[in-house]
């Protein structure tokens, strides 16, 4: 018997406020036929002014409780993935804590941009199988809005915000791949290509947030070259192969890169949970947007195989398989 980390509940929330592409058109020069057929977005959700980051990560993480049948109270920690926290410190995890009423068990962030989610639910699972924790909310929340460069077109048009937020919890499995839970994870960094895509701001350099910089063509190249790598490396540690993955829960980026992924995955694009159309690209929140989004909707059967894929700047990328 070993432990596993099955997904008990999601959740998800959007900000109300809704741009669609046209919007850029009136304030760059850009067109809604550019966004949509080079990148597959046609609209975006953006934070209203005052609402941060931790106000987005509680609300998916109480739509995920609720779905999971849990209070706050049975939860011993919290793992959120974020690149814009409301502060510097402490951790957006620990505001949501308190928003949740939550007096007990960790909270911190993870930073690994928009691979954050993968990250988070590889050490929340590490967490769980070490026996540190028994039952952990692992977010992805995101307010990208704020680190835009309303001024640049090749990267204001893409991002957006939102929070999706899953429930894990400690389950003994037969240490097969037919259990339930997360079955394998594959992490990846390399920071020497930092320059690729990062914010022009920090702490500990120029004191203010900065803006997002990115050279988007090079970022596309190594995604498409990456993610379909890191989703076979995963699976082959879980002893499983590409014609055994049901659904493929991608990082909502670019539906060309999405494409190109479940292509060389030889995934039919109805095997693939495609929201980028309505989120834009939310960062770490994107793929448990994406999954709470198709678990609402009823689209994952117990038992199924699900595989994650993410890439962002570090460059950091990874791949977590699930069986629902
Ligand atoms: O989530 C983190 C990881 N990030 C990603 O995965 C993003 C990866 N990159 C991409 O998705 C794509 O590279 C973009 C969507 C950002 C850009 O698409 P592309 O096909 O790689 O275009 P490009 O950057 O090579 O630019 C092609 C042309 C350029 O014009 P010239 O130099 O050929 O005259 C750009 O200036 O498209 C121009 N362009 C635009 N035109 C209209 C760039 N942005 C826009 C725009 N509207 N918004």
Redesign the pocket.
Known sequence: MIRRSVIRGSGHYLPERIVENSW?EER????DE??RS??GIERRHFAAEGQTTSDLGIRAARVALDRASMTAADIDGIVLATSTPDLTFPAVATMVQAGLGMKRGFAYDVQA??AGFVFALANADAMIRAGLADRVLVIGAETFSRIMDWTD???C??FGDGAGAVVLEAQDGNGTSDDRGILSADLNSDGTYRDL?YVDGGVSSTGSAGQLR?Q??L??RH?VEKLSKTAAACLAKANLTDQDVDWLVP?Q??L??ITATAQKMGLPLDKVVLTVADHG?T?AA?IPLALSVADQEGRFKPGQLLVTE????GLSWGSVVLRW
């Open positions: 850029f760059l020069e850009t067109t550019w966004i080079r990148t941009v928009c077109r090749g990267t048009v893409l895509l990115m988007g063509n970022v596309f995604a990082h980026a670019n060309r890169i690209n960062s994107s993410a890439i962002g700047g």
